[in-house]
């Protein structure tokens, strides 16, 4: 449990990494690459321990890198998908407002 505890910290701290490093990071919420960084990493981490990669010799390494470098991968591309998304989507109603 102590390996869970460890990828969630290590996660959670890398999605607000990702979050201070985004240019359009105004355009969503400073939690959001840190909880899909953490959820991500979370079910992975639940899914290599089941499937029997933790506690063995030459495997132990799978439960700690894979999730969290998952979970990175995930927070970076929820930000690369909603910052873009969001930032057209918000030009689009200024400029629906604007016409007003």
Known sequence: MLSLTIVVLVTTAA???????????????????AGVAVAVA????IIFMAAGFGYQPGLTW?????????G??????????????????DTMRL?????L
């Open 62 to 70: 799978i439960p700690w890198v894979l999730p969290t470098a998952l």
């Open 15 to 33: 999605g607000f990494i990702v979050w201070a490093n985004d240019k359009r990071h105004a355009k969503y919420g400073m939690g959001l690459p």
């Open 95 to 99: 400029t629906a407002a604007l016409k």
């Open 72 to 89: 990175t991968a995930a927070a970076i591309a929820a930000v690369a998908y909603l910052g873009r998304t969001r930032a057209r989507y």
């Open 42 to 45: 979370a079910l992975s981490w």
